[in-house]
């Protein structure tokens, strides 16, 4: 199994960001089930 570098730089690449995307995703939907119970209300 071997570890090609570039796969590597990907994944260091992406980590980091992990922490932000989840809440930021999370707020996303949050806001769209809001806006989809005023809209419905």
């Known amino acids: 199994m071997n570890h090609d ?3 590597q730089d990907a994944v260091d690449a992406v980590v980091p960001i ?3 995307v989840i809440p930021a995703v ?10 989809i119970a005023v809209h419905m209300a």
């Open 18 to 20: 992990i922490p932000v």
């Open 5 to 7: 570098p570039e796969h």
């Open 26 to 35: 999370g707020a996303a939907m949050m806001f769209l089930l809001a806006f």
